[in-house]
């Protein structure tokens, strides 16, 4: 009887033995799954922009070249542009996974306060030394926080040029003079004249709620706040940082844009219109010599007209408007930014990811293959987001030297009166999230003429003081001063 017991009891060990160690490999290639497993790792990136209806198939060729090139493949996921600031916070506030995320000035310096980028001023060095050197270090030093660097930043046009853009054929119907419709009094009379010309369903300026009218604060700087209502005019010597919707030159131009809103040369939709249509007889961006070939092709346009209307401009923020980033949690830091590398070094690569599949989307036009025809208008994930144009084929379209002009652009960009402090916002979080949930509330309408700014924005001030701009303001001057002191 107890030797029966006893084999028994031999048999049970056995058996917990095996399924014990069935569960400890079962736990062993989970780990490996995000660990040192032998497997390709597989990096989520985020990214802004229009996804294209054959993303699958262009990822698909891009993993097919990345992973015989550095060992990865990637994951790559689209925000649109009116989603993407939502997005981004979420990924941040939640913890959700991913490895690289863009992000920009608006975002940055408040999701290095929160911890959720890694740190990658040594790693750079050691395992993404190529990409080190392929950018300036002015443009290095504009993406520290706190003199370390959280972020790759995109080297492109690093300085911010403001164009206004006119669809061609209205300038030959209107006999506009584009050289010299440089500010809103001329643009008044050129949008009048469109608007009695073409009639009520006819828009002169179609805008959306994520951008507004774009560049239409481009003269204060945002100390990298992310906060629009806070600034110092970029050429104020004395540094006097502002309440920049009370400035007289800013009311200006939100009383002008108040009154194309009523009277019909804005669309009606403005405030609640989240993507841009396509075909648009004018709008402001910022751009760089030839960008209006892109332009062109994205708008569905034969020919766009540009002219320059404020910068070049160097500020932290401009060389902090687009960044990619590796996350604090992610379990490749080292294939990220080896990723990262690839993509500001490899022109084949940053090709297929700027004009998507060879053959679908995009041909060139050259055998040297540095030129590119595109042959749809359906990739449009943001461009300026995902790294150097300095590496990038050119459309057949653009000057042969358009790159050259870019970075020719640069080295003749003003630098802001406050071109190398960031601000330490540790401090400031609760008002700045305050102050931008109480922007939120009223800058799609205000900021493309819905709202009459003569009545609005003594309210918004009074609610953004109630919020902490005042404090912010206050704190952050101080800074300022301790630092040009």
Request: with cysteine; charged share 20%.
């Amino acid at each position: 009887m107890r030797m029966s017991k006893w084999k028994a009891l031999l048999c049970l060990a056995a058996m917990l033995a095996v399924i014990t160690g069935l569960f400890s490999g079962c736990q062993n290639a989970e780990e490996g799954e995000s660990g040192d497993s032998g497997k390709t790792p597989v990096l989520t990136w985020w990214l802004i922009g229009s996804q294209p209806e054959n993303l699958a198939d262009g990822v698909e060729k891009i993993n097919a070249y990345i992973e015989e090139k550095i060992g990865v493949r990637v994951n790559i996921k689209m925000a649109s542009y009116s989603d993407w600031p939502d997005k981004i916070n979420q990924l941040v506030n939640t913890g959700e996974k991913f490895d690289i995320m863009f992000t920009n000035e608006t975002k940055y310096s408040r999701q290095v306060n929160q911890n959720a980028f890694a740190d990658l001023t040594d790693l750079l060095a050691s395992e993404a030394p190529a990409l080190y050197k392929s950018i300036p270090q002015e443009v290095w030093e504009g993406a520290k926080i706190n003199g370390r660097i959280y972020a790759v930043p995109t080297y492109k046009d690093s300085s911010l040029t403001q164009y206004w853009v006119f669809d061609d054929a209205y300038v030959q119907k209107y006999q506009i003079n584009v050289a010299a419709t440089k500010d809103f009094e001329a643009l008044d009379k050129v949008f009048t004249a469109m608007k009695q010309g073409e009639g009520k369903s006819f828009y002169p300026l179609n805008l959306t709620q994520g951008d507004g009218f774009s560049g239409l604060l481009s003269d204060y700087d945002g100390l990298t706040l992310g906060l629009q209502p806070i600034g110092v005019r970029y050429d104020d010597a004395n540094r006097r940082v502002v309440s920049v919707l009370e400035q007289e030159e800013v009311m200006d131009r939100l009383k002008m844009l108040h009154k194309w809103y009523g009277a019909g040369i804005i669309n009606p939709d403005a405030p609640t219109q989240k993507d841009a249509v396509k075909g648009r007889a004018f709008f402001s961006a910022q751009g760089y010599p030839g960008a209006e070939v892109g332009w062109q092709v994205n708008e569905g346009v034969e020919k766009y007209d540009t002219v320059q209307v404020f910068g070049p401009l160097y500020t932290n923020g401009t060389i902090q408007g687009s960044l990619n980033a590796v996350s604090s949690n992610s379990s490749y830091k080292k294939e990220a930014l080896k990723l990262l590398q690839l993509v500001n070094t490899d022109r084949k690569l940053r090709d297929m990811l700027a004009f998507g599949v060879e053959g679908t989307d995009f041909e060139y036009a050259n055998s040297e293959r540095t030129v590119v025809k595109r042959l749809t208008d359906t990739w449009q994930i943001g461009n300026y987001a995902i790294g150097s144009y300095f590496n990038l084929s050119t459309l057949s379209d653009a000057p042969a030297d358009q790159w050259d002009q870019v970075k020719a652009l640069n080295a003749r960009a003003e630098s802001s009166a406050c071109l190398g402090f960031t601000p330490d916002i540790g401090d400031l979080s609760t008002e700045l999230a305050n102050c931008q949930q109480t922007w939120d509330k009223y800058r799609y309408e205000l900021l493309t003429g819905a709202s009459d700014p003569v009545k609005m924005v003594p309210q918004i001030v009074k609610e953004l003081n109630q919020s902490g701009m005042d404090k912010i303001i206050t704190a952050v001057q101080a800074q300022i001063d301790a630092y040009y002191q």
